[in-house]
């Protein structure tokens, strides 16, 4: 299904061309493993598509992975929906009942992976597509649904789908966004990227007219910069051009390294060819930030 592709990209860092090139074996039974996300340590259950029908069964291994988890979650994609719609829904049905009995905090959440896959008119109403998965497993409540795809063109959709996910646990990645969100509110055509020391997308924002197909391209800029180990070349403060998809963007990158936190860079993307106003929406954001961490 790509459950590993996705915490390979967004907990170690992994590339996505080279996880699309070089498939991944795939998991046997349940793999753990723990990683640090700003200022929350957390643990991945990773299980195998075979696993599921073993935690359906009352016992041990349903406690262990249903007891004390936070988060849930189901991930499916177009095809396989296509293909085994009832099971699915009977699958999340059952697993909606499990997390009842045993854990009630818990929380469901949906992936749609492979979004890549859907035909481009759904693409761009994905509204629907959460409406009919929604009405589909009829279930009390209306589980929030991430559309997902590791393709350049879609990458966006990963990191922007866990930062909202994280978030809800941890401080400083809800207060960060609230930084980004605040600082560019009444800016026009601007997204702003925050990355910890390890090139993660820590949180991302972006104003209400910035196109979601630019969001996109903004991201191939970034992962270019990323996989070709070019971040570090530029300097502090500096604006740059980049041309993506036949389109021109302002991009300025900001070091964050002089912070007390991990944080490492802060990027400031537009498409208006603003730079001046793109220069003061990054000192504000970093003026911000400087006041938050000190």
Avoid at 51 to 76: S, T, V
Avoid at 237 to 248: A, C, T
Avoid at 271 to 281: A, P, S
């Amino acid at each position: 299904m790509g459950k590993t592709s996705l915490k390979k990209i967004i907990f170690e860092n992994s590339k996505p061309s080279t996880l699309i090139q070089d498939s991944l074996e795939p998991t046997r039974g349940i793999e753990t493993t723990e990683y640090t996300w700003l200022d929350v340590k957390l643990s991945i259950f990773d299980t195998s598509g075979q696993e599921i029908q073993n935690l359906f069964k009352e016992g041990e291994n349903q406690l262990n992975a249903f007891e004390k988890a936070d988060l849930i979650i189901y991930m499916f994609d177009y095809t396989i929906l296509m293909k085994n719609s009832q099971e699915i829904i009977e699958e999340i049905q059952k697993i909606y009942k499990i997390m009842k009995k045993i854990n009630n905090k818990a929380k469901l959440i949906l992936i749609y992976h492979k979004i890549d896959l859907i035909p481009k008119l759904l693409q761009n109403n994905l509204r629907i597509l959460t409406n009919q998965v929604q009405f589909l497993i009829n279930l009390p409540i209306k589980p929030n649904i991430y559309f997902t795809s590791i393709k350049e063109d879609f990458i966006y959709s990963v990191h922007n789908t866990f930062s909202e996910l994280l978030s809800s646990f941890s401080s400083n990645t809800h207060s960060i966004k609230k930084i980004l969100d605040d600082s560019i509110q009444n800016e026009s055509n601007v997204l702003c990227l925050i990355t910890d020391d390890q090139n993660k997308v820590i949180t991302q924002s972006k104003t209400q007219s910035f196109n979601i197909n630019l969001i996109y391209d903004s991201f191939i800029i970034f992962y270019n910069l990323w996989e070709q180990n070019k971040l570090e070349e530029y300097s502090d403060m500096e604006s740059h051009l980049f041309n993506s998809n036949d389109k021109i963007f302002v991009v300025k990158i900001a070091k964050l390294k002089f912070l007390k936190s991990n944080l490492q860079y802060l990027i400031g993307i537009s498409d208006n060819f603003n730079e001046i106003n793109l220069d003061k929406v990054i000192h504000r954001i970093k003026s911000n930030l400087i006041s938050y961490f000190k």
